[in-house]
Structure formats: C-alpha cells, structure tokens
C-alpha cells in the first residue's frame, strides 16, 4: 500500500487513438512516464554519419513562455518525446500518486468505463515513454490501482525500447493482470537501430525482449526506418537474434520522422521494400490527423 502513495512522474495522460502498429486506430487512453535510457539524437538528422552535424530542437528551444507541457512544439530532429525525458522539461512534468493517475485515466474514457456504454467496445490502455521499463515500480502500482477500482482495461500495450530488465514484481502483476481482468498483454518493442544514432550493443538487447515474451502476451517488433540500405541490413540482422532468442513477434517498420510530409515520403519510398522483405509497413496514423502534436 506505501507504493500507492509514492509519487510517480509522468509528461502526460491522454485520451486518442493508438496510431502505430497492429492495434493503429484503436481507441487509447495513454499514459507517458517521464524518463528514458536513451537520447535518439540521430532521428531525422541531414548526415546521420556525422553526429558533429547534428541539430537538435528541444536542447536549443525557447521555453520562457512554456508553462505547461501542452504548451511545447513538437521537435523534428532527435526524440519526438523529449519532452519524457530530458531534464530540460522535468520540471513541466506533473507528479501524482498511482491512485490519483488511475482515475485520471479513467476520467478521460467515455462513461468513465474502458468498455464503451455504446459501441460495447474496450478503449485500450497503453504506457508508453520515455522508457516506462525504467518505472516498472509505477507502472505495477497503477495497475493495481485500477485493478482495485473494479475496472481494469483488457487490453494494455506497453511501448518499450526492450533494454530494461523485467523485475520479479512486474512479472507478478502481469501474470496477476492476464489470470484476473487483462485478455491482452501486448508488448510494443521498438528496438532502436543506425536511424536513432544510438549504439547497437546498448539497444540491441535480445535477452531482455526474449525474457518480456517469455513472460507473458503478444507483442511486435517496430523499427525506425529510413531507407537507407543500412538501415535494412540492421533491421535484418537485429531481427534474426530476437527470433533466436525466442521473440517471435511480428515485424512492423515506420517511416522515421513526425511530419505528414516525412511520413508519405518515406512509407512511399519503402513499400516495396517492405512487402517484399515481408514484414509490415507501419506509418505513424497520429501524424496524419493529429500533426504529432502533444496529447495524440
Ligand atoms: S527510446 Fe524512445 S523515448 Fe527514449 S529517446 Fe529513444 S525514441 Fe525517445
């Protein structure tokens, strides 16, 4: 119970679709922990070989008229979600207990319930980051939590980098959630390749994301893509070591980039690519219709 009152620190909690991957158009309601292990400073970079090059939007951006995090423009270059993460913002990030998070959530459903009054459909529940694995502690306490308002979701997605170790409590309240009220767990593994400007042997991880399948649930494997030949030698190469390691989720990749513009261009240039190297072609549904603005 003393885990209820802690405070977890998170960047927002929002009520939209999920707009990537298998689940892209369900309804969603999200909650975006605050911290992450990574940087992805290469995203949309000019000359990804070149970090010296690199520009990067959230170190440099205004923030005097920022007072809130909806109030912050959405970054091209580096993390789109840096605003989860880097220090700069922390103090943006709102502090609550799970308790409080739990009826957040469901405040922003329909009815206040994940199953719609009308349509008798399951709003999802996805957590995303950040890195939430960094805040298993939180993310098990809020399950709780909802769990314990008699209203659970069925269907909970966790969107993880797949570096993070699975903790002996989280795996707890995940075979707990899936035994009691969950009919899905779904992992979301996006395993960060040459497109993020991240290190191949710190997020390449197959031991980890092999132990989340392990676990529990369904999942898939989502990469950044840029079109690069490179780029789809990684993905190949990162693919067959999660397969040998027992991860045999599907494979989805996405145009690199949070502009309509990027998106078209890039899904456009790698269709064929993708359907002939047989794995999905994802782009990023939210950018189209929402802007890839905050609170989407
Ligand atoms: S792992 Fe995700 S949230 Fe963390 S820096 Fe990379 S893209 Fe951003």
Request: net charge negative; proline share 5%.
């Amino acid at each position: 119970m003393a885990a209820r009152r802690i405070l977890i620190t998170y960047s927002e909690i929002f009520y939209s679709i999920q707009g990537e991957g298998r689940y892209c158009g369900a309804p969603t309601v999200w909650l975006r922990l605050f911290g992450c292990n990574l940087n992805c400073d290469g995203f949309m970079q000019d000359n990804l070989d070149d970090p010296s090059s690199w520009e990067l939007d959230y170190k440099d951006a205004d923030l005097s008229d920022v007072a809130t995090m909806q109030d912050l423009p959405v970054f091209r270059r580096g993390c789109d979600s840096s605003y989860s993460w880097s220090k700069r913002f922390r103090h943006l990030a709102p502090q609550e207990t799970a308790t409080e998070i739990a009826a957040r959530l469901r405040d922003l459903l329909p009815g206040r319930v994940f199953r719609h009054p009308r349509s008798g459909q399951d709003a999802h529940l996805a957590i995303t980051g950040g890195e939430p694995m960094m805040r298993q502690g939180a993310i098990v306490a809020v399950l709780a939590a909802l769990r314990e308002s008699g209203d659970a979701p069925q269907f909970i997605t966790v969107e993880t980098n797949g570096t993070r170790p699975l903790t002996k409590a989280f795996t707890g309240e995940l075979t707990q959630m899936l035994a009691s009220t969950t009919k899905e767990w779904f992992w979301s593994v996006s395993p960060k390749i040459r497109t993020s400007g991240e290190d191949w042997d710190k997020t390449i991880r197959p031991d980890i994301v092999g132990a989340y399948a392990a676990a529990a649930g369904t999942g898939q494997l989502k990469y950044v893509i840029d079109g690069d030949p490179r780029t789809w030698d990684e993905v190949e190469r990162a693919t067959e070591l999660y397969r040998a390691a027992g991860v045999g989720f599907p494979v989805s990749v996405m145009p690199v980039g949070g502009r309509v513009e990027d998106q078209h261009r890039i899904a456009a240039e790698n269709a064929e690519q993708a359907i002939q190297r047989g794995y999905n072609l994802a782009p990023r549904v939210h950018c189209y219709l929402f802007g890839n603005a905050l609170g989407t």
